[in-house]
């Protein structure tokens, strides 16, 4: 029915084909419900996945991780096509071959990105096209079409931001000025919120507010509705008000990063001011220096994860008595738990993401919602839980998978691999300039040498009261040419699933700091893993010794190193003890008695004695 | 006097700036004489660097390899600029600087790559410039130069090709279909030679001769002078027919190396048909295809690397014996000594790079070249020796740091930890699909723990009687995108090196095989260590196992590992033992043990009692 009104729209306007993707105007992952125009059209509700309609075929294309879904969701005039599956055309590929030479492909030009586009032209190239980019087909067809959020945003005040917006905007033009950069179009909703140190609350798990920027040398013009905010440091003008705002504008080299600015808005640049291969996507000023936490920022940050550390560890002496005295209990349940239990922790703002809690072989499920109730859990096998806040002072993110009863020898040597992988990461010593490419064999290497795997990056970046997965620098089996540097953070996740039955995956943060010298052998003791771990979460470290791999006039270069943020205690039970060296069952040992001294102030007596168990050396 | 004659040749061409590279027409690392034409014009004899000359300036660009050697050598006309320093231009912002808008820029197109000639063109695109690429100004002031070589060349058996010049051909003719290429043109000296199965001496130590090839679905092209050869496979054309050939020639799409194909070339070929594009510079056919050694290509090189294992433990003895009852030894003297040995060996051509022979602080220099006598040893401290031979059946690199007495506990740490890194990296099992990059960190990962790195990467491809470094593969910090696939060859040679005090490297060739099984942790039992060693070395593996990492079913992906092709003893007295894991003296006694059984059939019976004691159990 809506494919078949959608076709009278296009035959109308003369269009073959019309492109319907995921998206809002900025790339976000996180939107406002008003931007679900793929959901609308095809039913399929899945984060990644993008509809072409012609006169007579109907296609969605998504990963993997969605074939299951996307089957099930779907709408019977659109037939799923499978990403990566062997045969299966490219949605581009399927544009050369279904559309005619000369003809029209349209779609809404606020969706895709001007990367996303120069790609489709690429490979249409042949085809002598005509693009209709500004028809917003979908928003003429629905018709109760959620509007644009308009929930009012906030100042994010400076014990919190660190730097006032005009030491930020100082920055900024230093780097503009550096690379000859006149005007800078900023179009992430995360890049702006950051620069202008305010929060918003138009959208799920990402506390930010419907904006762009454009920074000279000498302003800072901000597109937020006047309604939301005020913004002391910027002229602010309508949010709408930005491609007409473009058109009459004049500069020399205007900056914008085609991964997040939408077609719309690049192409309303006058060419001449084009200067977006200046930099390239992942040298982006903003994303740049807000990805290297400020000293405050760091601060600030640590205080989170102790805070969601405290809320973790009640969860999980909870979830222990509830087993115990008060079954049943459902993946939900421990879904509200959390969220009840983060509400009461300071500067809380709203999840950062929807919590994954998956027993059993859902946790072998990607993205894995239990919905309400979900599945009840048994006291046996494993429970997986992904789940994080946003705080004022903070965006966690942690995942820890729990032994509820008997487990197989094969589920205790999964389990141990992980963590072998995890604990040889958060270990790791790398030259300044290392990427985080470079570093990520070392989490896979326990899993590797036992021929497993898992189908995803080890670590991403994370924001600062926002996005929970920020660039430019992640930890993945893909190239990236971002180097970890140092006051960047990360996550540490490695996994493994085994479908049908299980799926562990332990994810803790950590920052990057200057390298803490430190004994590398098995003649190391635990008092020395414990001296390190003081060191260099008090900003201290040993200076004492001539290969101290932080000495500044080391010929060799300078040295990296990570701290972990994360505490919260890891499942003695479903470890396999024989299978760590002596240096990671020290370093098991250390990362738990840190845990316990500084979480069981904040604890009842019965929750501090739970975990007083739970972090026992081994 | 040099630099003052070209002057005035370029005064009368109008050329205001000319440029002198090292190189010769095929971008070999090795070269014929008659190329050295920036040797002749400046003094300099190193491998890399380039000289500008313009009206009034002259100047050398060399990397910091060469800045003593370079301020040693250089005439006094020409000016040093070190590359990489801070505040020193590039060569090509000295142009900028230095050119005048519409200026001339002169050089050899012969010697300057097609991608190079790029970025002289992107660097100063806004200085209109005319590019003289035909002037070969040194040639016509270099009286004496001497002649292009005419040595003969000669066929490579089919015992040790593997595969008829029709067999290869049909392989690149099938990669050219896939990529719709109708005409492939192959620039690079040891591409041409192996894949018309012919080897030749004009160059020292890089066993080719000079000649190109033009493929096309019917034809096969080669140009070399017919007095070298006669090519049975090929229609054979003079070798300087090339350009002309190429602007008569008709195709669709021409695919050309820009990283191997001169400008001279390149700019031969009719615009219409330059289809350069159609693959990266690393996915070039004949690189590939040559990368990955054919089962008797491996076959043939494991021998080789008996023997060249053979004549290093022959040295060594020869070595310690010399020190002992016979002093003074000098570098000089190691270097005749394993040039007669391996004479001896069965199918030697040359030697495939000029041995490194290096006492003490020599080592610690890159690029120590001892000269015919060289530094005497002294019953202390470390002797690096980097060697290797051209066979017919395969090119061999070893690297060997013997401890010759007393040695400090630091030097034995440093050699201790650079064994690891090499351990770690020949004991690697990887997913299908990794590249070198991703698995560089294994080798430096215990010097990064004591804040210590190498310069230059862990490892490189290596040639079959042809070029000791042959890509597209290697293993270094920098990203290379071509993945590490089944039958490649490469070297694994982490180091260290302490300026003034001395050098550590140690080099084994390994290959990349499917992986075996094996247990990873300390209970790991020497006879299990061997019985991989045994079952990879035969081509077999455990198959019993359900993790096998090779099993092709396994839904994680298809895993891959390292088989070492070097058997030469690791100095025993340089060890830390203490260092060590478990694991790490369990595959060093193996890999000790294989060695002595492998070798010791081929020593006399005082080198096969010498062996037994270096290949100890520790």
Redesign the interface.
């Known amino acids: 029915m809506r494919i078949a009104e959608l076709r009278v729209l296009m035959k109308a306007r003369g269009i073959d084909a019309y492109i319907i993707p995921h998206g809002d105007a900025h790339a976000s992952e996180y939107m406002a419900e008003h931007w679900l125009a793929r959901e609308w059209i095809s039913g399929f509700t899945g984060s990644a996945g993008l509809v072409v309609v012609t006169a007579n075929k109907a296609g969605l294309w998504t990963d993997g991780r969605y074939f299951i879904q996307a089957a099930r969701e779907l709408n019977d005039q659109i037939e799923l096509y499978k990403s990566g599956e062997p045969d299966v055309l490219t949605y581009q590929a399927f544009l050369e071959k279904e559309l005619p030479t000369g003809g029209k492909l349209g779609f809404d030009g606020r969706t895709i990105t001007a990367a996303e586009f120069a790609k489709i032209k690429e490979a249409l190239e042949d085809k002598n096209l005509t693009f209709a980019y500004k028809e917003d087909l979908v928003g003429e067809l629905w018709k109760d079409r959620p509007s644009m959020p308009t929930a009012k945003a906030f100042e994010h005040p400076i014990q919190f931001a660190g730097k006032t917006v005009a030491e930020k905007l100082a920055d900024v033009r230093a780097k503009m000025k550096e690379k000859r950069i006149t005007a800078y179009l900023l179009t992430a909703l995360d890049s702006v919120a950051w620069l202008f140190n305010f929060r918003g609350n138009d959208i799920k798990f990402f506390p930010v507010s419907y904006a762009f920027a454009l920074i000279t040398h000498t302003e800072a013009h901000v597109f937020i509705d006047s309604e939301k905010i005020t913004l002391p440091d910027a002229i602010q003008h309508d949010y709408d008000a930005l491609p007409k705002f473009l058109q009459d504008f004049k500069t020399e080299k205007l900056f914008y990063n085609p991964n997040t600015t939408n077609v719309l808005l690049a192409e309303a640049i006058p060419k001449g001011m084009d200067a977006s291969k200046l930099l390239k996507p992942h040298e982006d000023i903003v994303p740049m220096l807000k990805a290297v936490k400020s000293p405050t920022e760091l601060a600030n940050i640590k205080n989170a994860y102790i805070k969601d550390g405290i809320v973790m560890v009640k969860m999980l002496y909870w979830l222990y008595a509830a087993m115990r005295d008060n079954p049943p209990v459902t993946e939900g349940d421990i879904v509200r738990t959390l969220k009840n239990l983060r509400k009461e922790q300071p500067f809380y703002v709203c999840d950062s993401f929807a919590t994954i809690s998956a027993y059993g072989e859902n946790a072998a499920l990607s993205h894995y919602n239990s919905g309400e109730t979900g599945t009840t859990l048994r006291a046996e096998g494993f429970f997986l839980i992904d789940t994080g806040g946003q705080y004022l002072d903070g965006t966690t993110d942690t995942t820890r998978t729990i032994c509820l009863g008997t487990i197989s020898e094969e589920m205790k040597r999964d389990f141990t691999l992980v963590l072998k992988g995890n604990i040889a990461l958060s270990r790791?010593?790398?030259?300044k300039?290392?990427?985080g490419?470079?570093?990520?064999?070392?989490a896979?290497?326990?899993l590797?040498?036992?021929?497993?795997?898992y189908r995803h990056g080890t670590g991403h970046g994370l924001g600062y009261c926002l996005g929970v997965h920020e660039g430019p620098h992640n930890i993945t089996?893909l190239?990236n040419?971002v180097p970890l540097a140092e006051g960047m953070i990360i996550s540490n996740e490695p996994a493994l699933y085994k479908?049908g039955h299980y799926g562990i995956r332990i994810e803790n943060i950590i920052a990057v700091a200057a390298?803490a010298?430190?004994p590398?052998?098995?003649?190391e003791m635990q008092s020395q893993v414990h001296a390190r771990l003081e060191a260099s979460s008090s900003g201290d470290s040993d200076s004492g010794n001539c290969?101290?791999?932080?000495?500044p006039k080391?010929?060799?270069?300078t040295?990296l190193s990570f701290e972990t943020l994360t505490y919260c205690p890891i499942d003695l039970n479903a470890i396999a003890p024989?299978?760590l060296?002596e240096i990671e069952r020290n370093h098991l040992n250390a990362y738990h008695q840190k845990t316990y001294e500084i979480l069981s102030p904040h604890l009842t007596p019965e929750e501090s004695e739970w975990l007083k168990e739970a972090t026992q050396p081994i």
């Open positions: 790791a010593i790398f030259l300039g290392t990427t490419s470079a570093l990520d064999i070392l896979r290497k326990p590797w040498e036992h021929g497993k795997n089996q190239y040419p479908e390298a010298a430190r590398l052998f098995a003649d290969d101290n791999p932080e000495n080391n010929p060799d270069g040295f024989e299978l060296t």
